[in-house]
């Protein structure tokens, strides 16, 4: 399955620096508003130890492991979604994301200017935030005025949706995100097809440097993460075998953006299962509780109408009887 995740922040927050280090794309960081013009899309492996370790058993033709999506936008400011700076022009292009990674600044640089002239990632979160809010909003009017009209002919389903909407339009006029809201999986049928972007799971990445850590003042509705992202530029531009011990020398587990790619799995729910054998070694992602036939149709679609049962060994096991499995079998081994 594909995952997208859409990028946003004020200007100069380190939003492309951040987007450079995850792609490794040099696309333009200037110390300037709007630098970013065009979304910049990048496709981003997602780290996982375990296809190396299966394909040392397995001796496949190649390896391939699985992708997420990045698209980063132009910085947005205070009152985008009625035009200001490139106003919500491009929020257009993160509707279709799986997710929002929104990037607050927390390091000080005075050479580097703040749009709004001083470094308060609070103040960056609820600047943004209302943004997204309110352009939201206007999604939901616009919607709720055609689907007003046609709920007067007596139709149940667009009376029915004409409640939902007014919830919606309730939620956002409060300065509330509509994830916020508990709905039922009809409800959140409807309503991803708005397109909405405050609907949408949430990672908040603190762009952070040495000694620049400043209190979080509230709990916010999302999952939180401290990157450096200028470090995490220097990771990414040395050769991958010398990543790791360059991490190590930090003194890290692991680079921050391993652990971002982690933690967009785990607010989307997802999980990663492999196959292999002599063809190839692959990671496949499907979400977390999901039955095997329709794993098996992420492989193919064919599988799931065929479906019949899975052959399933778990990977400690596996790399314990070295693939003995795989060979007495020759069959797909899928863990």
């Known amino acids: 399955m594909s995952l997208s995740i859409g990028i946003v922040g004020l200007p100069n927050v380190g939003k492309s620096t951040l987007f ?40 496949p033709k190649k390896i391939i492991p699985t992708f997420i999506e990045f698209v980063d936008i132009a910085g947005l400011v205070k009152g985008a979604s009625e035009g ?19 990037v607050a600044r927390e390091f000080k640089d005075d050479n580097i200017i703040h749009v709004n002239g001083k470094i308060d990632p609070e103040s960056d979160r609820e600047t943004i935030n ?13 919607r709720l005025e055609k689907v007003g009209r046609e709920a007067k002919s007596g139709n149940k389903e667009m009376m029915a949706l004409k409640i939902l909407l007014e919830k919606l339009k309730a939620q956002l006029e409060a300065g509330k995100a509509a994830r916020e809201l508990v709905l039922t999986e009809d409800e959140m049928k409807e309503v991803k097809v708005l397109g909405l972007l405050t609907i949408k799971p949430i990672i908040y990445v603190l762009n952070t440097a040495a000694g620049s850590v400043l209190p979080v003042k509230s709990e916010w509705d999302g999952k939180v993460i401290r990157i450096d992202a200028k470090i995490e530029a220097e990771i990414a531009n040395l050769p991958e075998a010398e990543q790791a011990e360059y991490i190590k020398e930090l003194g890290l587990n692991e680079s921050g953006l391993d652990k ?26 499907v979400k977390r509780g999901v039955k095997a036939p329709e794993a098996a149709g992420v492989i193919h679609t064919d599988f799931t109408k065929g479906f019949i049962r899975a052959e399933v060994i778990g990977y400690e096991k596996f790399i314990e009887a070295e693939g003995e499995l795989l060979y007495r079998t020759g069959m797909f081994v899928i863990f």
Do not use: M, Q
């Open 20 to 59: 450079n280090a995850l792609t490794k794309k040099n696309v333009e960081a200037s110390n300037y508003p709007f630098c970013t013009i065009d979304p910049n899309v990048g496709v981003v492996k997602v780290p996982d130890e375990r296809l190396e370790k299966l394909a040392a058993i397995s001796k």
């Open 84 to 102: 200001e700076g490139l106003g919500n022009k491009f929020l257009s292009h993160i509707r279709e994301c799986d997710a929002i990674l929104e």
């Open 130 to 142: 209302l943004e997204l809010i309110l352009a939201d909003l206007t999604t939901v009017e616009k």
């Open 260 to 285: 971002l790619i982690k933690a967009s799995y785990e607010i989307l729910g997802l999980i990663t299962f492999l196959t292999t054998g002599a063809d190839e070694t692959r990671a496949w992602t």
